[in-house]
């Protein structure tokens, strides 16, 4: 977050929650439950929502941003995994009334919307990597496509950088939960790193979901540990860089792919990617 932007909600949330600038410590006797309640009244329909409250960039006790413009010094020696879902946009179209029932038309004139003079030219990568597909999967893979091109940015500042290495992953593992519904959406992967895909009902019950999360589990303790993803019985997963763009797709199996959906990746070149 910004200064500013920080500060206005701050303000905000402090008269909301009827305490004074000089009586900071007063929010220490608030509940969790209070604080969650007052943020998500004041921010939960806003942009952004609760994650308004975010660290700040002020200049003194966060410096600078971590990755804008480019990686900060500060983390030039610690390595990352950075990485995203094949269908982020599921978990959040899952409500759509139009769900996997997305006509031709419903999907041109959404993406007219979304990608302008250029939905023509974007539709047609799509479509060609993605045979089978039905207007619904293009529209998730469409608008899922902002947080791939994110990730990948960070890695690359982080390469540029120097120092630690950074490791790109693209979780592809398909969840059978409602017929499908949600896909590789957002979050799906979170149970998988803590090895425990059955304390969320929607990463769905195929039999495979406990290797990989034996899998990911183990890739993420090696990492904690030792800085590098890598354990016996993982495909070998390089570090990330330009020119190879290694990227270990979370599956089962799971395998290490170069440059994966490189098409796609390339169509948005000069143009902003669609956000769900």
Known sequence: MEPAAATGFAEKLLDHL???KT???KLHELSSEQLTAAVFKLAGAGPGGSMVLSPVVDGKVYPNHPFHPRAAPTAVNIPLIIGTNKDESAL???ADPKRRKLTEEDMHARLN???GERKDEILAVYKKNRPGATPWDLFIGITSESARLRSI???ERKFEAGGAPVYMYLFTW???FLGGLFKASHAMEIPFVF???DIAPFTGDSPDRYELAASMSRAWISFARTGDPNFAGLPHWPPYDPENRATMLFNVPCQVENDPRREERLV???QPAARF
């Open 23 to 25: 009586e900071l410590d």
């Open 92 to 94: 959040f179209s899952a």
């Open 195 to 197: 090895d425990n895909p």
């Open 174 to 176: 398909e969840s059978n």
């Open 153 to 155: 940015q960070l890695a």
């Open 18 to 20: 009827e305490i004074n």
């Open 268 to 270: 948005w070149k000069g």
């Open 113 to 115: 919307r979304l990608l």
